[in-house]
Structure formats: C-alpha cells, structure tokens
C-alpha cells in the first residue's frame, strides 16, 4: 500500500515494496545539443556502475542565459540551478557538450549540488579532437562515465578520495581523469546508499 503520510507509521511494506520505494532513480538530462547516440550509449554506461533505475529527459535547449560572450563559455552553476531539484530519491545529471566555467576557474569538467541532488557535466573538453589528436570514441565516453558518476558521487554525498584509481579521485587534468577507473573503491562503494 503506498501512502506518503503514514506509509512509515503503518510499517507494513514488504520489504520488496520498502526496496522498491527507497531506491535510487537517475534523470540524465542533455542540456542544449547532445547525440541522441551519446546519451544513450553514456546511460547504458552509467547504469552499469550504479544498478538502479536510469532515464533520459528531454532538457533545456536555451544556453544563452548562462552564456558568457567575453570568455566564450557557460556558466556552469547557472545551468545546473536550471535543471531544478531533484525528486526525492532521485539523481539529475544535465550532460552539456559546450564550455562550462564557474569565477576564478579557467573551466570545469562538472559541478555537483548535493543538497538538490543535482549535477552538471561538460562533454567538450573529454574529445581526443580538442586536443588536436585522433579521435576516439572509446576514450571519449570511458571520460564522459566517469566525469557523470563522479558528479554523482558527489550528489550522494561522497567527497574526494585520495586512491588515484578511485572514480571519486580529483582530476586536475584528463590525465587524471585517464588514469582513475569508472567505479568506486572499496572505501567509497559502502558509503553509498542507493
Ligand atoms: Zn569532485
Ligand atoms: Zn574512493
């Protein structure tokens, strides 16, 4: 029996129904242009890391009021207050393919907001091309995956990790990013709850 009011006092649940209820659900959000294909191939990715319930929902097209024409990117927390808040027990990703920065950063990769369960990644600086090099798309999405599941992370209230293989390490730069997996390690993995 589902009632939001007292369905805690009532505590009669199964516990298939209680598990079914609590668990974790992650929105992915294209937010202005991003490949149909790359959405869906980035969500079979993430939710290989995570098991739980994932969807992709049609986003925001409109950039420009993050917009900034001087330095030629996005404001990043802008674009992420507009993706609003998370239902409870939910998870929002809004994946970006343009420029994001935030004051006194040259640019970022994401930016996560724990209290609204909210995240933001930028796809634009994972390609090999941007970098003048050959593309690959393996490369590019294996980037892509664990720049989302560390923004969630975050969201689930992980903070950095110092084990340089940990999908919830630091990256200062793609290097970084390459050389951490796309999961988390066994200090992080019990600190989630999904
Ligand atoms: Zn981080
Ligand atoms: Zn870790």
Redesign the pocket.
């Known amino acids: 029996m589902r009632c939001s009011a007292c369905a805690t006092i009532l505590g009669r649940s199964s516990g298939e129904e209680r598990r079914q209820k609590n668990q974790v659900k992650i929105t992915l959000e294209p937010i202005g242009d991003v490949a149909d294909e790359v959405m869906k191939k980035l969500k079979d990715r993430v939710g290989g890391i995570f098991h739980c319930p994932l969807e992709i929902r049609a986003g925001s097209s409109d950039l420009t009021p993050a917009y900034d024409a001087e330095r030629k990117q996005y404001l990043s927390s802008k674009l992420l207050s507009a993706l609003g808040k998370a239902e409870r027990q939910e998870r929002v990703v809004g994946v970006a393919d343009v420029d994001l920065y935030v004051p006194r950063l040259n640019f970022v990769f994401?930016e996560?907001d724990v209290l609204s369960g909210t995240a933001i990644v930028s796809l634009n600086r994972l390609r090999q091309e941007y970098y003048g090099l050959t593309p690959d798309e393996t490369l590019f999405l294996d980037r892509a995956t664990k720049e989302i599941v560390?923004?969630l992370?975050?969201t689930f209230g992980l903070g950095?990790c110092s084990n340089n293989k940990c999908v919830?390490h630091?990256s200062n730069s793609l290097a970084d990013t390459d050389l951490k997996e796309s999961h988390f390690c066994n200090m992080c993995r019990p600190k989630i709850i999904l």
Do not use: N
Request: no cysteine.
């Open positions: 994401g996560a560390h923004e992370g975050h950095h919830m630091f």
